[in-house]
């Protein structure tokens, strides 16, 4: 018989922890013992790393105070608001009253993939996305809600499914490794990507050649997902000859973080019926 929540070993394990802990700082106290001043084991900012007058760890890792590990990153926004309100004085009474983005960007997570500085856009003109190896589930809520807004409320032109080269998700899912749930729910809808188009993917040795075309492949997917979601359909029939053409657009796109190149792909099934004209040219 399964034991319930509050008796489960981990439960109890946990609670003796956390039991010894609490008797131990009260211990301490009784003592007269003083306390350790309050520091974590973070990652160091990119921008505190590059003021660091010493070389630091090889992981970029060091022990911080709490103020300490923040302190770069205000300073840094304070700038950005300088630098922004120099070039443009405007800026912000702008940002703070218009939200009108012209595209909704689903894009992986890896902080390499920042959506507007890639195209080159500004805050306010993308409506963004992001997840583990920009995946589409149609039972996502989090990833439903935002696309639902976009399309019934900003009314976005455009969609655009970003993949990425080197894309760890993608290479994880390459794997016979069980990373255990969530992250393994996540992967295993790479996986399934994969099975789909297995006979194209199999004959590819090269790991890196395969790699890159499950990212291209995988990005296709997504796009078609899109595609399919009653939200995206409703606003294509709306909007389909009574402008130039039917919107929201969808569009695959595929970086490389070692170029800086986004590459556009053609994502919709070759010989099946675009009454939305999605099919482009590559």
């Given at each position: 018989i399964p034991l319930p929540p509050s008796r489960s070993p981990r439960t109890m394990f946990s609670k003796t922890i956390l039991s010894a802990i609490v008797s131990a700082a009260c211990l301490a106290e009784a003592f007269g013992f003083a306390p350790m001043p309050a520091a974590g084991f973070a990652p160091k900012s990119g921008l505190a790393l590059r003021q660091a007058s010493g070389r630091a760890p090889a992981l970029?890792?060091?022990?911080?105070?709490?103020e300490e590990v923040l302190a770069p990153l205000f300073e840094a926004n304070k700038k950005w608001i300088s630098d922004k309100k120099a070039s443009d004085p405007k800026f912000f009474d702008r940002l703070g009253t218009v939200?009108?983005?012209e595209v909704f960007w689903i894009g992986c997570a890896d902080s390499r993939v920042a959506a507007n500085e890639i195209i080159g856009a500004e805050p306010g003109e993308v409506f963004v996305h992001r997840n583990i190896a920009n995946v589409v589930m149609k039972n996502d809520v989090n990833l439903?809600?935002?696309?639902q807004y976009a399309v019934d409320v900003l009314e976005v032109e455009h969609i655009i499914v970003c993949g990425h080269y080197n894309c760890g998700g993608i290479a994880a899912s390459l794997t016979p490794e069980n990373f255990a749930s969530p992250l393994e729910n996540w992967v295993s809808h790479i996986r399934n990507v994969y099975r789909i188009?297995?006979?194209?993917?199999?004959?590819i040795t090269d790991q890196e050649a395969k790699l890159k075309r499950l990212v291209q492949l995988n990005v296709k997917e997504q796009c078609l997902n899109v595609y399919e979601l009653a939200i995206v359909q409703a606003r294509l029939k709306d909007t389909v000859g009574s402008q130039p053409f039917a919107t929201p657009r969808i569009h695959a796109a595929a970086y490389d973080v070692g170029s800086g190149k986004l590459e556009k792909l053609n994502w919709f099934p070759e010989g099946a019926e675009d009454p939305f004209d999605m099919t482009i040219k590559v």
């Open positions: 970029g890792l060091q022990m911080v105070t709490k939200h009108k983005p439903l809600s935002g696309l188009h297995q006979d194209e993917l199999d004959p």
